[in-house]
T-cell receptor, first 113, second 114 residues
Framework: DAKTTQPTSMDCAEGRAANLPCNHS???????VYWYRQIHSQGPQYIIH???NNETNEMASLIITEDRKSSTLILPHATLRDTAVYYC??????????????FGKGTKLSVKP | EPEVTQTPSHQVTQMGQEVILRCVPI?????FYWYRQILGQKVEFLVS????????KSEIFDDQFSVERPDGSNFTLKIRSTKLEDSAMYFC????????????FGPGTRLTVT
């Protein structure tokens, strides 16, 4: 699986957009970008994934650069409850039996009032 | 919304004792995982399980660990002889067949070995 690089920490004001970057310069053509988050010692929570097109769901938007070497997770209106560690994970989509996730250290996002 | 549940939420045990951590995955999911997270460290993959057998395991998952799906709903992780370094949060996760994007994680069991 391709390696990812994320900033250790970021701050964001409540109500503003939080933009979390991720570098994955060695990503291969069949690897997807996944984002998960972990709110203080809870189980990780899936947020969004993408291959090459930008994606949006009810939680966030994912912007992937054209060369796929980096991506940005956008939380459009951050709330205090979005304070968490955010993980960018790159891996091949498997049939499921080998779908184990490799977590890095992630970005600790602190949303401040 | 369906969710993965885990029991107990906190387990305290003495070194050398056996512990069993229990998970109830989402009912129509077929692939199951255990992860652990030592305090302040990364979430680490332990083992994946499908069709009543281990699909993949990490180096952490040595002979002291075993997994079982004893019935149609529970998925268990057993540690035969606990060590101090087994103290961690243990997370269970599951996915639907053919939908490996989104793993659903349980709330975790905090294991404290004294």
């Amino acid at each position: 699986d391709a390696k990812t690089t994320q900033p250790t920490s970021m701050d964001c004001a409540e109500g503003r957009a939080a933009n979390l970057p991720c570098n994955h310069s060695t990503i291969s053509g069949n690897e997807y970008v996944y984002w998960y988050r972990q709110i203080h010692s809870q189980g990780p929570q899936y947020i969004i994934h993408g291959l090459k097109n930008n994606e949006t769901n009810e939680m966030a938007s994912l912007i992937i650069t054209e060369d796929r070497k980096s991506s940005t997770l956008i939380l459009p209106h951050a709330t205090l409850r979005d304070t968490a560690v955010y993980y960018c994970i790159v891996r091949v989509r498997n049939g499921g039996s080998q779908g184990n996730l490799i977590f890095g250290k992630g970005t600790k996002l602190s949303v401040k009032p | 919304e369906p969710e993965v549940t885990q029991t107990p939420s906190h387990q305290v045990t003495q070194m050398g004792q056996e512990v069993i951590l229990r998970c109830v995955p989402i009912s129509n999911h077929l692939y199951f995982y255990w992860y652990r997270q030592i305090l302040g460290q990364k979430v680490e993959f332990l083992v994946s399980f499908y069709n009543n057998e281990i699909s993949e395991k990490s180096e952490i998952f040595d002979d002291q660990f075993s997994v079982e799906r004893p019935d149609g709903s529970n998925f268990t992780l057993k540690i035969r002889s606990t060590k101090l370094e087994d103290s961690a949060m243990y997370f269970c996760a599951s996915i639907k067949q053919g939908h490996s994007y989104e793993q659903y994680f349980g709330p975790g069991t905090r294991l404290t070995v004294t």
